[in-house]
Protein backbone atom coordinates (compact mmCIF):
# COMPACT_ATOMS: atom_id res chain seq x y z
CA UNK A 1 0.00 0.00 0.00
CA UNK A 2 3.07 2.57 0.76
CA UNK A 3 0.54 4.72 3.24
CA UNK A 4 1.67 5.48 6.85
CA UNK A 5 -1.98 5.96 7.32
CA UNK A 6 -5.53 5.18 5.27
CA UNK A 7 -8.81 7.36 6.11
CA UNK A 8 -11.89 7.14 5.26
CA UNK A 9 -13.57 10.15 5.07
CA UNK A 10 -17.69 11.26 5.00
CA UNK A 11 -20.94 12.25 6.91
CA UNK A 12 -22.24 8.78 9.00
CA UNK A 13 -19.63 6.96 9.02
CA UNK A 14 -20.36 6.33 12.48
CA UNK A 15 -23.73 6.76 12.52
CA UNK A 16 -27.14 4.83 10.57
CA UNK A 17 -27.59 1.73 8.57
CA UNK A 18 -25.49 2.72 5.66
CA UNK A 19 -22.49 3.74 8.11
CA UNK A 20 -22.75 0.23 10.06
CA UNK A 21 -22.98 -1.55 6.99
CA UNK A 22 -19.59 -0.24 5.46
CA UNK A 23 -17.84 -0.51 8.92
CA UNK A 24 -18.98 -4.25 9.22
CA UNK A 25 -17.59 -4.46 5.39
CA UNK A 26 -14.11 -2.63 6.81
CA UNK A 27 -13.76 -4.36 9.76
CA UNK A 28 -14.29 -7.85 7.26
CA UNK A 29 -11.25 -6.53 5.10
CA UNK A 30 -8.99 -4.56 7.56
CA UNK A 31 -9.26 -6.05 11.01
CA UNK A 32 -11.19 -3.80 13.79
CA UNK A 33 -7.88 -1.76 13.88
CA UNK A 34 -9.44 0.07 10.77
CA UNK A 35 -12.58 1.39 12.16
CA UNK A 36 -9.98 3.90 13.77
CA UNK A 37 -9.36 5.47 10.74
CA UNK A 38 -12.69 6.42 9.71
CA UNK A 39 -13.25 9.93 10.17
CA UNK A 40 -17.12 11.21 10.46
CA UNK A 41 -17.71 14.93 8.96
CA UNK A 42 -21.03 14.99 9.59
CA UNK A 43 -20.57 17.36 12.43
CA UNK A 44 -17.95 19.51 10.87
CA UNK A 45 -14.36 19.17 9.78
CA UNK A 46 -11.96 19.64 12.88
CA UNK A 47 -11.89 16.04 13.55
CA UNK A 48 -10.48 15.35 10.20
CA UNK A 49 -7.64 18.49 10.77
CA UNK A 50 -6.71 17.21 14.20
CA UNK A 51 -5.93 13.88 12.55
CA UNK A 52 -4.24 15.11 9.36
CA UNK A 53 -2.14 17.28 11.73
CA UNK A 54 -1.16 14.41 13.96
CA UNK A 55 -0.27 11.96 11.31
CA UNK A 56 1.92 14.72 9.75
CA UNK A 57 3.47 15.33 13.13
CA UNK A 58 3.94 11.65 13.89
CA UNK A 59 5.47 10.19 10.95
CA UNK A 60 6.94 10.92 7.56
CA UNK A 61 5.05 8.59 5.44
CA UNK A 62 2.56 9.62 2.99
CA UNK A 63 -1.41 9.97 3.90
CA UNK A 64 -4.34 8.46 1.22
CA UNK A 65 -8.04 9.80 2.29
CA UNK A 66 -10.36 8.76 0.73
CA UNK A 67 -13.40 11.14 0.28
CA UNK A 68 -17.02 9.22 0.67
CA UNK A 69 -19.61 12.09 1.29
CA UNK A 70 -22.66 11.30 -1.01
CA UNK A 71 -23.67 14.65 -1.84
CA UNK A 72 -20.17 16.24 -2.84
CA UNK A 73 -18.82 17.27 -6.20
CA UNK A 74 -15.70 18.33 -7.80
CA UNK A 75 -16.18 21.66 -6.05
CA UNK A 76 -16.32 20.21 -2.89
CA UNK A 77 -13.11 18.36 -3.96
CA UNK A 78 -11.40 21.34 -4.49
CA UNK A 79 -11.79 23.34 -1.54
CA UNK A 80 -11.00 20.19 0.82
CA UNK A 81 -7.65 19.77 -1.53
CA UNK A 82 -6.90 23.12 -0.60
CA UNK A 83 -8.22 23.23 3.31
CA UNK A 84 -5.61 19.99 3.17
CA UNK A 85 -2.52 21.88 1.56
CA UNK A 86 -3.08 24.87 3.90
CA UNK A 87 -2.86 22.74 6.70
CA UNK A 88 0.03 20.29 5.48
CA UNK A 89 2.51 23.19 4.44
CA UNK A 90 3.72 24.67 7.12
CA UNK A 91 3.83 20.69 8.93
CA UNK A 92 6.45 19.50 5.63
CA UNK A 93 3.18 17.70 4.16
CA UNK A 94 4.90 18.66 0.52
CA UNK A 95 3.97 15.29 -1.19
CA UNK A 96 2.85 13.34 1.68
CA UNK A 97 -1.04 14.07 1.38
CA UNK A 98 -3.14 12.25 -1.05
CA UNK A 99 -6.79 12.54 -1.77
CA UNK A 100 -9.25 10.44 -3.91
CA UNK A 101 -12.73 11.88 -4.40
CA UNK A 102 -13.77 8.61 -6.68
CA UNK A 103 -16.09 7.48 -4.89
CA UNK A 104 -17.93 10.59 -4.20
CA UNK A 105 -21.70 10.62 -4.61
CA UNK A 106 -21.76 6.83 -4.87
CA UNK A 107 -24.27 4.48 -2.75
CA UNK A 108 -23.98 2.15 -0.98
CA UNK A 109 -21.15 2.75 0.42
CA UNK A 110 -18.42 -0.02 -0.21
CA UNK A 111 -15.54 -0.89 1.91
CA UNK A 112 -13.47 -2.93 -0.41
CA UNK A 113 -13.92 -0.44 -3.54
CA UNK A 114 -12.53 2.10 -0.99
CA UNK A 115 -9.51 0.26 0.20
CA UNK A 116 -8.58 -0.49 -3.20
CA UNK A 117 -7.97 3.05 -4.01
CA UNK A 118 -4.53 2.76 -1.89
CA UNK A 119 -3.12 0.70 -4.90
CA UNK A 120 -4.78 2.96 -7.61
CA UNK A 121 -2.21 5.74 -7.90
CA UNK A 122 -4.57 6.98 -11.08
CA UNK A 123 -7.57 7.86 -8.45
CA UNK A 124 -5.27 9.90 -6.35
CA UNK A 125 -5.14 13.85 -6.15
CA UNK A 126 -1.89 15.01 -4.45
CA UNK A 127 -3.09 18.66 -2.52
CA UNK A 128 -0.56 20.72 -4.03
CA UNK A 129 -1.19 21.29 -8.25
CA UNK A 130 -4.64 22.69 -7.89
CA UNK A 131 -5.22 25.33 -10.16
CA UNK A 132 -6.09 28.92 -8.88
CA UNK A 133 -9.75 29.82 -9.11
CA UNK A 134 -11.11 31.16 -11.72
CA UNK A 135 -11.54 34.84 -11.94
CA UNK A 136 -12.79 37.41 -14.23
CA UNK A 137 -12.68 41.34 -13.52
CA UNK A 138 -16.28 41.70 -13.71
CA UNK A 139 -16.79 38.84 -11.22
CA UNK A 140 -15.72 41.71 -8.37
CA UNK A 141 -18.88 43.79 -8.87
CA UNK A 142 -22.41 43.29 -7.91
CA UNK A 143 -24.26 43.34 -11.64
CA UNK A 144 -26.95 46.10 -12.12
CA UNK A 145 -30.24 44.76 -11.14
CA UNK A 146 -34.02 45.72 -9.68
CA UNK A 147 -34.86 42.52 -8.73
CA UNK A 148 -33.26 39.71 -7.72
CA UNK A 149 -35.08 36.51 -8.77
CA UNK A 150 -34.32 33.06 -6.78
CA UNK A 151 -35.28 29.61 -8.12
CA UNK A 152 -35.20 26.65 -6.98
CA UNK A 153 -33.39 23.98 -8.28
CA UNK A 154 -33.38 21.45 -4.90
CA UNK A 155 -34.38 17.70 -6.24
CA UNK A 156 -38.07 17.92 -5.50
CA UNK A 157 -38.42 21.16 -7.70
CA UNK A 158 -36.14 19.66 -10.34
CA UNK A 159 -38.40 16.77 -10.34
CA UNK A 160 -40.99 18.78 -11.10
CA UNK A 161 -40.15 20.64 -14.14
CA UNK A 162 -37.63 23.47 -12.40
CA UNK A 163 -34.46 22.92 -15.11
CA UNK A 164 -36.62 24.31 -18.20
CA UNK A 165 -38.60 26.77 -16.63
CA UNK A 166 -35.37 28.38 -15.39
CA UNK A 167 -34.05 27.94 -19.19
CA UNK A 168 -37.61 29.53 -20.19
CA UNK A 169 -37.58 32.31 -17.76
CA UNK A 170 -34.18 33.57 -18.84
CA UNK A 171 -34.89 33.35 -22.52
CA UNK A 172 -38.32 35.75 -22.10
CA UNK A 173 -36.04 38.21 -19.45
CA UNK A 174 -33.45 38.50 -22.02
CA UNK A 175 -35.78 39.18 -25.09
CA UNK A 176 -36.90 41.73 -22.96
CA UNK A 177 -33.92 43.05 -22.27
CA UNK A 178 -33.98 42.72 -17.85
CA UNK A 179 -31.15 40.59 -17.59
CA UNK A 180 -28.75 42.27 -15.30
CA UNK A 181 -29.78 45.86 -15.88
CA UNK A 182 -30.46 48.92 -14.16
CA UNK A 183 -34.17 48.27 -14.43
CA UNK A 184 -34.04 44.34 -14.68
CA UNK A 185 -33.07 41.38 -13.16
CA UNK A 186 -30.69 38.80 -11.00
CA UNK A 187 -31.24 35.46 -11.42
CA UNK A 188 -29.89 33.42 -8.92
CA UNK A 189 -30.64 29.24 -8.80
CA UNK A 190 -30.86 28.28 -5.16
CA UNK A 191 -31.54 24.73 -3.31
CA UNK A 192 -33.84 24.57 -0.98
CA UNK A 193 -35.96 27.50 -0.04
CA UNK A 194 -39.44 25.31 0.92
CA UNK A 195 -42.35 25.08 0.75
CA UNK A 196 -41.00 22.13 -1.35
CA UNK A 197 -44.42 20.36 -1.69
CA UNK A 198 -45.46 23.28 -3.91
CA UNK A 199 -42.85 23.51 -6.17
CA UNK A 200 -41.09 24.78 -8.52
CA UNK A 201 -40.81 27.69 -6.19
CA UNK A 202 -39.25 31.20 -6.86
CA UNK A 203 -39.17 34.09 -5.07
CA UNK A 204 -38.66 37.65 -5.68
CA UNK A 205 -36.85 40.32 -3.53
CA UNK A 206 -36.43 42.80 -2.43
CA UNK A 207 -40.62 42.37 -2.91
CA UNK A 208 -40.83 39.47 -0.80
CA UNK A 209 -42.79 37.52 -3.39
CA UNK A 210 -43.17 33.65 -3.43
CA UNK A 211 -44.33 31.90 -6.46
CA UNK A 212 -45.25 28.18 -7.63
CA UNK A 213 -43.83 28.50 -11.10
CA UNK A 214 -45.11 25.45 -12.49
CA UNK A 215 -46.08 26.28 -16.32
CA UNK A 216 -44.58 28.34 -19.46
CA UNK A 217 -47.92 30.41 -18.55
CA UNK A 218 -46.62 31.22 -15.43
CA UNK A 219 -43.17 32.21 -16.74
CA UNK A 220 -44.82 34.29 -19.12
CA UNK A 221 -46.86 36.15 -16.12
CA UNK A 222 -44.35 36.30 -13.57
CA UNK A 223 -41.60 38.23 -15.93
CA UNK A 224 -44.18 40.19 -17.84
CA UNK A 225 -46.60 41.51 -14.99
CA UNK A 226 -44.41 41.50 -11.76
CA UNK A 227 -40.47 41.42 -13.45
CA UNK A 228 -41.24 44.10 -16.05
CA UNK A 229 -44.43 45.52 -15.11
CA UNK A 230 -43.60 46.17 -11.62
CA UNK A 231 -46.80 44.67 -10.47
CA UNK A 232 -46.69 41.58 -7.92
CA UNK A 233 -48.95 38.65 -9.17
CA UNK A 234 -51.92 37.85 -7.33
CA UNK A 235 -52.81 34.96 -4.95
CA UNK A 236 -53.22 32.86 -7.91
CA UNK A 237 -48.91 31.88 -7.83
CA UNK A 238 -48.63 32.34 -4.41
CA UNK A 239 -48.46 29.24 -1.79
CA UNK A 240 -50.89 29.66 0.73
Same mark, same amino acid.
Given at each position: ????????????????????????? =? %?? #?????????? !???????????????????????????? +??????????????????? /? #????????? /?? #???????????? +????? @?? =??????? %?????????????????????? /??? *?? =? @????? @???????? #???? *??? /???????????????????????????????? !??????????????? !????????? !????????? *????
Amino acid at each position: MGFQCLLFVGPDLRHGAAGEAFRRQ =L %QA #LRGEAALDDL !VDTAGGFDALWARVAAELREGDGRLLLV +DLDPNADSAYLDWLRGELW /R #LAEPLGGQG /RI #LLSGSLLGRRPL +DAAAA @CS =LADNPGE %QLDCETLAEIPAKPNWSHIPPH /RHQ *LF =L @CIGAR @CVRRGALP #LWKQ *LRQ /RLAAAGRIETEDGVLITRTYCQYPCNLGPIAT !VHPDGAWYRIASEED !VRRLVDEHL !VGGAPLDAA *LRPP
